[in-house]
């Protein structure tokens, strides 16, 4: 009788249901591939590039309606995306996307939500917190790290954001203008 009570628990065992894990969006992580080679280019026409980067916004919001967002990744990619939007409602939702990639999968790379949030500051006209943006205020000028209130974050929020200390920072700047073709 013992032998058979195992026996059966052993069959139902081995018949427990396996629950569905959710399957990162094939379709996002293709645009999201697009995003980023189409910036890799070597002479980016940039009025092609924004009719290109609100399309794959247009997409991606009808798949978050849809609920076909589902993964950590999922929401990493489209945050990507919208990061590279126009204006605050665009880095706005990079943010919300963000956050929500990181409560799905916390071991993704936080870096995004800290570009996220300087990115909106600095379309807002307010100083960055975390030093991620960098511009460059015409072709022939250098990079320069944009404005940052340097109270608000500590090195030690950088780092857990995977973003460069303020004295890293000022190196990274350095080199990028040393980097610079006829420097």
């Known amino acids: 009788m013992r032998l058979a009570i195992i026996i059966v628990s052993i069959a139902f065992i081995g018949r427990a249901p396996v629950f569905a894990q959710a399957v990162d969006n094939a379709e996002i992580l293709r645009m999201y591939n697009e ?3 189409a910036r890799k280019a070597q ?18 919001n009808e798949l978050l309606d849809s609920n076909k967002v589902r993964t950590g990744k999922d929401y990493y990619h489209s945050a990507m995306i919208f990061q590279h939007g126009i204006d605050t409602l665009a880095s706005s939702k990079a943010i919300t996307l963000m956050k929500k990639a990181i409560e ?7 870096w995004l939500l800290a570009a996220a949030i300087d990115r909106h500051l ?3 006209g307010q100083p960055q917190i975390y030093g991620t943006q960098y511009v460059k205020m015409g072709p022939n000028a250098k990079f320069e790290r944009y404005r940052i209130d340097s109270t608000k974050v500590s090195d030690e929020e950088r780092k857990a954001h995977n ?14 203008n040393e980097s610079r073709p006829g420097n």
């Open 43 to 60: 002479n980016i026409n940039w009025t092609q590039l924004n009719k290109d980067d609100a399309q794959r916004r247009t997409r991606v």
């Open 35 to 37: 995003d980023q080679s």
């Open 122 to 124: 600095m379309r807002k």
């Open 104 to 110: 799905l999968d916390s071991n993704t790379n936080k």
């Open 163 to 176: 973003v460069e200390t303020l004295a890293e920072q000022r190196i990274k700047e350095r080199q990028m």
